[in-house]
């Protein structure tokens, strides 16, 4: 933020706090203080800015400015019993330099997480969040917590110059927020803040000037104005004219039959006959505050809602579709009247709301009275402002009160609100290159991207055709994720695992959540039906995969390879990106997933739901310890990890593709690189290091096995057979291995081994709600063996596509590719032919190449060079550090021609790392 002018700060109260503080249904504290609190370069005294549930304490604040540092203590005294916190649970403290929201998450914001420290425990715990929840890492002075029988306390001091890149001045306003999420509430935003204000700037003489207080009482004005025009619902038409009737009647009834649930009429009779005479059913529980409890509730409510969607959809009997009627309403009277409440805000605001308004929109002209105004009072609860998800759901169940309240208005402004998520972030969300981030710069296409994209495209299937419909550019937009994103990160039945985040714990996540939603898109589009229909046929089994072609998400770090035979993908990531979490117990193993990983896949069923019996230190293409010690284990306090390098991108011309990965973890370096062709995949590693006592590996593959795998030597009839895994040593020659339609290709001077063995586990090792029971399988494994504690060691290997073990033996005998270089300073590989060629330079400087050529890179960089013709090279660079900026390559040959070639490369915070092409002719 540069050199900060030395003054004081002073505290605000907000001018918001009267009008929030009585809001319905919040069960939240906001500040109250009314007066400024002059405070000087040392703690005043503590000031108490709101009240508690207890009138003995209270939130109390205190707040310093000396020289560069901001310091920040906060305390709550009393009502230690309501808040229920213990060590899982999180504070989150916020600071909004431009002082511009106060309830959403901006591109200036920092929040820093600081957990509920047990009894006399100091704890240092912080992540520092910025815009929309994305993460960025900066350096925290400190950060601690105390727990006493009576109150917390909290205090922490950051340098405001690593804030920002502006300046600080004389009466600027600093916004703050603490708010408290708790350790179960799952996925989403924090809870609304408990307390918020202003800190501002003073002059040298300690004063804040008249102009400058009244500056920030203004803008305390207009976000509390903003907050209530949020909140409050547009004023419903006197008439609605017969079109938009047709609108909203047209939305109502798409809803409805999108709606798919199972249930039978056997079972509809035994619920009605064992529902209780107040609404409930014996077999669940309905107590008000732990976990099991809102189970119980969601079951009931689901219940309901299935019986609601028989009487609806299945075509039953007038009598049956009366007793099922009477036994929803028993159900719907009970909730209300126990007024179901739970310690997690989402049960509260998104799940309970918006199974209340599924259940609603089922009944519709028969929920009436009373009963009727207390359901949409159950769905006025979602209202709070959100972000990505959280705000489609909330916006959903805003849709379906408009559509039961007949307000053209209401439905109208939830579905802009849903739109405005369609826009391309440099946080969380949509991404440029078509991949999707959540909880914080973290490839989750499969998994919170799987859900945007379908919950987007409903809304507006629904929406098509009226006054409500989506604009052209954002129907683009959610297109584009799911034909230029999500659907290149599968094969067949294959979702990625590098893009489902924690959910590859889960069983069955699979690519078939985007086949109806391309189905909906058929209805829509009209353009890429084609490309829609093969997308439908080839995740449901029903036709070929034929989509082909590199694409390098440069802003999820993560390579696809394609063509027909074949799917390869490479994920990686940079101290720019998360790469994996742990949140709610899932997750449990996935520490190295995000470590290199490397997936080859032929027809979809390599590796599905193969993650329960896996060895998670021998993921495909990480290089790690051998070690019987547990993974490590991402916990409540370290909820994700990201990289340590910045050297970590690719280059894509759209056909074929290179990466990199500057590995160093855990005492383990390596230089990884990845090159992509025709035929397959070669895979480098150079200056691998490692003080570990361990012996370190690199794994090839691990999927599950396919009939035999058989080793190739060169020569005629040198075919083996290989049972169990052997230890095969160093290869004196080079060999292959084939499995299943894969040839992996070792050249000689590498120990490996390879073959088959049945593994077991089970899916509660990862994650806590996973089934206990064993499972068993017999897995395909081949990884090469390191040593202890290498120095500067490198490894080579191939994957090519051989659909026959016979043409794997013609590849063992004439490999096509060759090695240029795999050192420290560049890593390159060329096809035979040599009209494709593809460099790593870890560092500026020049590559020699066959017959006297030679190619050179004024920085370090990816580069693909393709031959065009007759002296006409098509050059793809990409810039892994995201720095962009100039870039100079040269190409000559022995004769000595040669050309220059001046790359601008993307500089942007959203383009950075992206790939750039030019054509060029060597001439003498």
């Not at 589009?525 to 072609?549: C, F, M, V, Y």
């Amino acid at each position: 933020m540069g050199i900060l002018q030395r003054g004081m700060l002073v505290a605000v109260g907000s001018a918001l706090a009267g009008t929030l503080a009585a809001a319905e249904n919040t069960r939240e504290l906001w500040v109250a203080a009314e007066s400024a609190i002059a405070i000087d370069g040392d703690f005043s005294d503590w000031e108490q800015l709101a009240g508690s549930p207890t009138e003995e304490g209270g939130f109390h604040f205190q707040a310093a400015w000396q020289g560069a540092e901001l310091y920040l203590r906060a305390r709550a005294e009393g009502g230690v019993d309501f808040w229920q916190a213990h060590a899982n649970d999180f504070f989150n403290f916020g600071i909004d330099l431009g002082n511009d929201s106060d309830f959403s998450y901006e591109a200036d914001d920092f929040h820093f997480l600081v957990g509920a420290p047990d009894e006399d425990e100091q704890v240092s715990v912080s992540l520092i969040r910025t815009g929309a929840a994305s993460v960025e890492t900066i350096e925290v002075i400190d950060v601690a917590g105390k727990r006493t029988a009576t109150s917390y306390q909290w205090e922490l001091s950051v340098s405001l110059e690593q804030l920002g890149g502006g300046r600080l001045r004389n009466g600027q306003s600093i916004g703050f927020r603490i708010e408290r999420r708790l350790a179960d509430s799952g996925p989403g935003p924090f809870l609304m803040p408990i307390l918020w204000g202003d800190l501002a700037m003073v002059g040298e003489d300690g004063q804040l000037s008249s102009e400058a207080r009244r500056r920030v009482l203004d803008q305390q004005a207009e976000m509390a104005e903003r907050y209530r025009n949020h909140q409050a619902d547009p004023a419903k038409p006197e008439r609605i004219d017969e079109k938009t009737r047709q609108d909203l009647q047209r939305l109502a009834n798409r809803f409805i039959e999108l709606q798919e649930e199972e249930v039978s009429e056997s079972e509809i009779d035994e619920w009605i006959a064992r529902q209780l005479p107040d609404g409930r059913w014996p077999e669940f529980e309905y107590g008000h505050t732990d976990s099991v409890s809102a189970t119980s509730r969601m079951y009931h409510l689901y219940r309901l809602r299935k019986l609601a969607y028989a009487r609806e959809k299945m075509g039953l009997s007038a009598g049956k579709r009366r007793k099922i009627l009477k036994a929803v309403y028993r159900g719907i009277d009970y909730t209300i009247a126990e007024d179901l409440w739970h310690r997690n805000w989402y049960y509260n605001e998104i799940g309970y709301p918006l199974e209340f308004a599924r259940i609603g929109l089922y009944l519709r002209d028969d929920l009436e009275g009373e009963r009727r105004e207390s359901v949409l009072n159950v769905m006025r609860r979602a209202k709070r402002p959100m972000t990505g998800q959280n705000l489609i759901w909330i916006n959903k169940i805003t849709m379906i009160r408009g559509l039961l309240e007949e307000n053209p208005a209401l439905v109208e402004r939830a579905i802009q609100r849903i739109a405005e998520t369609v826009q391309v972030e440099e946080g969380e969300g949509l991404q440029a290159d078509f991949s999707f981030h959540q909880h914080g710069a973290q490839l989750y296409s499969h998994g919170y991207g799987a859900k945007f994209v379908a919950d987007l495209t409903e809304v507006m299937y629904m929406a098509h055709g009226g006054r409500f419909q989506f604009s052209e550019e954002k129907r683009e937009l959610v297109l584009g994720m799911l034909l230029d994103g999500n659907r290149w990160m599968v094969r067949g039945t294959f979702a990625d695992f590098g893009a489902l985040g924690r959910m590859v714990s889960v069983e069955d996540k699979d690519s078939g959540y985007l086949a109806p939603v391309a189905q909906l898109w058929l209805e829509m589009e009209d353009g890429r039906e084609r490309e829609l229909e093969r997308l439908i046929a080839s995740t449901q089994g029903k036709g070929p995969d034929l989509l082909e072609g590199n694409r390098y998400f440069y802003r999820s770090e993560f390579m696809v390879h394609r063509r027909k035979a074949f799917y390869a993908s490479v994920k990686a990531y940079s101290k720019f990106l998360t790469g994996t979490e742990s949140i709610n117990r899932q997750g449990l193993k996935s520490y190295y997933l995000p470590d290199g990983s490397t997936f080859f896949v032929q027809d979809g069923e390599e590796y599905k739901n193969i993650q329960a019996i896996w060895d998670w230190r021998r993921i495909p293409g990480v290089t790690g310890v051998v070690s019987e010690e547990p993974i490590p284990e991402l916990n409540h306090r370290v909820v994700r990890t990201k990289g340590n390098t910045d050297f970590v991108g690719g280059a894509s011309d759209g056909w074929r593709g290179a990466a990199v990965y500057d590995y160093q973890r855990e005492g383990v370096k390596a230089l990884k690189s990845y090159f992509a062709f025709d035929w397959g995949m070669v895979m480098l590693g150079a200056g691998i290091e490692s003080d570990r006592e361990e012996p370190l590996q690199t794994s090839v593959e691990q999927r599950f096995a396919e009939g035999s795998a058989y080793l190739l030597r060169k020569g005629a009839s040198r075919v083996e057979v290989l049972e169990g895994i052997r230890e095969l040593g160093k290869a004196s020659e080079p060999l292959g291995v084939w499995h299943d339609g894969a040839l992996y290709y070792l050249p000689e001077g590498q120990r490996f081994s390879a073959g088959s063995q049945v593994q077991k586990g089970s899916w509660r090792e990862l994650r806590q709600t996973g089934s206990p029971m064993e499972v068993e399988g017999n897995v395909f494994s081949l990884t090469l063996a390191h040593g202890v504690k290498p120095q500067s060691g490198n490894y080579e290997y191939a994957v090519l596509s051989a659909a026959k073990r016979e043409q794997g033996e013609q590849l063992v005998e004439t490999v096509p590719y060759r090695v240029l270089a795999n050192t420290k300073q560049v890593q390159a590989v060329a096809d035979t032919e040599g009209r494709h060629r593809q460099f790593v330079f870890h560092q500026a400087g020049r590559c020699e190449l066959a017959d006297g050529a030679w190619v050179a890179a004024s920085e370090r960089c990816v580069l693909l060079v393709s031959q065009d013709g007759e002296g006409e090279f098509v050059l793809t660079a990409a810039d892994p550090s995201r720095r962009g900026g100039e870039l100079v390559v040269s190409l000559g040959d022995a004769e000595g021609r040669q050309a220059e070639a001046v790359f601008h490369l993307p500089r942007s915070s959203m383009r950075g790392g992206d790939s750039a092409s030019l054509r060029i002719k060597v001439e003498e």
